[in-house]
C-alpha cells in the first residue's frame, strides 16, 4: 500500500524568493514518485516525475525534486517563485505493475505575492 | 503537444439519473485511468482499463460506475445511478506505458441534485 503526507494546505511566497513544498511518502514497494500542478479550472499536469534513476529529477518550468530514501521524501523545489507559479501542487506516488494506480496526496496551494 | 480530451466540462445531473462522463486518450496510449476529485479533498483513483478489461479499480468503484472502450477512441465513465456524493471533478488519463506518467485531461465537473 502506498500513501503520501503532504504538511499545511497552503504555502505563500514573494515574488523571486525560494519554493519549498514538501512531500513525504510510503511505500511497501520501490516508489515512483510524481510532483502534479493544477491551475485553476484545469486539469493536472505532469510537472516532474521520479523512475528509480536520478534521484535529482528537473522537471518543467524550473522546479525540480530530489529523492531521499532515507527520508522518504520528494520535495518539490524551485529557486525564485514566478507569479505565474500560482497553483495547486500535487504529489503522487505509485508502485510498478498491478500496483501502478497513483495515489495522491491532498494537494498544496500556493500563492505567490508581488 | 497531444491532449486528452474530456467532455461535457460540466455537467448537471438529477439525483438517480444515468450519466455517461466521456474521453478521448492519446491515441497511442494504451493504459486508461478515471480518478475524481470530490470538492476540497485527494484526488482519488477509481479505475485502471488495460486490453480492454479493468485492470484494477477502488472500492468507490461499486456496481453503479463501468467503463468502456466502445470504439478503440473513445474511455467512457459511466455512473447508472447518481447519488448526491457523486458531484465531483472526473478525471481521465492516459499513459503510453505504466509508470511513464500519466496525462491528464481537464476534467468533468458532474454536479449531482
Known amino acids: 500500500a502506498q500513501s503520501v503526507t503532504q504538511l499545511g494546505s497552503h504555502v505563500s511566497v514573494s515574488e523571486g524568493a525560494l519554493v519549498l513544498l514538501r512531500c513525504n511518502y510510503s511505500s511497501s514497494v520501490p516508489p515512483y514518485l510524481f510532483w502534479y500542478v493544477q491551475y485553476p479550472n484545469q486539469g493536472l499536469q505532469l510537472l516532474l516525475k521520479?523512475?528509480?534513476?536520478?534521484?535529482l529529477v528537473k522537471g518543467i518550468n524550473g522546479f525540480e525534486a530530489e529523492f531521499k530514501k532515507s527520508e522518504t521524501s520528494f520535495h518539490l523545489t524551485k529557486p525564485s517563485a514566478h507569479m505565474s507559479d500560482a497553483a495547486e501542487y500535487f504529489c503522487?506516488?505509485?508502485?510498478?505493475?498491478?500496483?501502478?494506480?497513483?495515489?495522491f496526496g491532498k494537494g498544496i496551494t500556493l500563492s505567490v505575492r508581488p | 503537444e497531444p491532449e486528452v480530451t474530456q467532455t461535457p466540462s460540466h455537467q448537471v445531473t438529477q439525483m438517480g439519473q444515468e450519466v455517461i462522463l466521456r474521453c478521448v486518450p492519446i491515441?497511442?496510449?494504451?493504459?486508461f485511468y478515471w480518478y475524481r476529485q470530490i470538492l476540497g479533498q485527494k484526488v482519488e483513483f477509481l479505475v485502471s482499463?488495460?486490453?480492454?478489461?479493468?485492470?484494477?479499480k477502488s472500492e468507490i468503484f461499486d456496481d453503479q460506475f463501468s467503463v468502456e472502450r466502445p470504439d478503440g477512441s473513445n474511455f467512457t465513465l459511466k455512473i447508472r445511478s447518481t447519488k448526491l456524493e457523486d458531484s465531483a471533478m472526473y478525471f481521465c488519463?492516459?499513459?503510453?506505458?505504466?509508470?511513464?506518467?500519466?496525462?491528464f485531461g481537464s476534467g468533468t465537473r458532474l454536479t449531482v441534485v
Open positions: 491515441s497511442n496510449h494504451l493504459y
Open positions: 482499463f488495460y486490453n480492454n478489461e479493468i485492470s484494477e
Open positions: 521520479y523512475t528509480s534513476a536520478a534521484t
Open positions: 503522487a506516488v505509485s508502485g510498478y505493475g498491478a500496483n501502478s494506480k497513483l495515489t
Open positions: 488519463a492516459s499513459s503510453e506505458s505504466q509508470n511513464y506518467g500519466y496525462t
